[in-house]
């Protein structure tokens, strides 16, 4: 992906600068941190001995106990994720950054947002008024943001490197699928784009339409898969704003 290894850690570089920003800038900092070490998956316990301090400063960080630290203190602490992450190979940066290259520019995205702080799949389907088609939404996976995609134009005007822009910051998200027939389409983009969002929503199509293949398609790869049958695509993009 990267031709040399300053390209990669010029692109790790603008990633941290742009964390520690959405950080100081967040109207409840506490949140985005803790968003961010979830995001990176590093246990309170790993970090705290990264920095140097005891697990319990971290903690009152990120309850709001704390005041917000300053630049430095955030500087070192998105240093420490990258850090650990790089320790256990890189995945999550590697993610982080080839998803992040390019903003998402296309008429295929209706709305793309992130939040600030992780929300349970079950409580954000609940929202929007979502049911599982699969299996129950999970209780335990966090989404840390939405796009919702018109299937159609994604699948015809984009290539697979461009539908990588769906994403957003993250993987870990809801792709809102709106002008859908079966959800065949997809589910089959998402396998062959290789990412795997936490949840996928197809909206306005009842369960008897749901395709056989993109049900199977996200029992394999483990994605909650639900649908928004009743709300119109105005009044879930109107319920989508006051989330997060």
Not at 41 to 51: C, F, G, N, T
Request: proline fraction near 4%.
């Amino acid at each position: 992906m990267y031709k040399t290894v300053d390209e990669f850690e010029l692109k790790k570089t603008e990633l941290a600068r742009d964390i520690i920003g959405e950080i100081a800038m967040a109207e409840e900092p506490n949140k985005t941190i803790r968003k961010w070490r979830s995001l990176f998956k590093v246990s309170q316990k790993a970090l705290s001995r990264s920095l140097g301090v005891t697990s319990s400063v971290i903690s009152d960080y990120e309850s709001g106990r704390r005041k917000s630290p300053g630049i430095l203190f955030l500087k070192k602490y998105v240093e420490a994720l990258m850090a650990i992450d790089v320790e256990h190979g890189g995945e999550v940066l590697k993610s982080f950054i080839s998803v992040g290259e390019s903003k998402p520019a296309s008429s295929a995205i209706a709305d793309i947002k992130e939040f600030e702080s992780g929300m349970d799949i079950a409580d954000f389907c609940s929202q929007i008024g979502a049911v599982p088609v699969t299996k129950p939404c999970s209780k335990d996976e966090k989404l840390f943001g939405y796009t919702v995609i018109d299937s159609v134009k994604a699948i015809t005007e984009l290539s697979g490197q461009e539908l990588v822009k769906l994403y957003g910051v993250t993987t870990q998200r809801a792709l809102i699928f709106t002008n859908v027939t079966t959800g065949k389409g997809p589910m089959i983009a998402i396998k062959i784009a290789n990412l795997r969002p936490a949840l996928v929503v197809l909206h306005q199509i009842p369960p008897r339409d749901v395709s056989d293949i993109a049900k199977n398609i996200a029992v394999v790869e483990g994605i909650s898969l639900a649908i928004c049958e009743r709300l119109s695509l105005e009044n879930l993009l109107e319920k989508l704003k006051k989330i997060g």
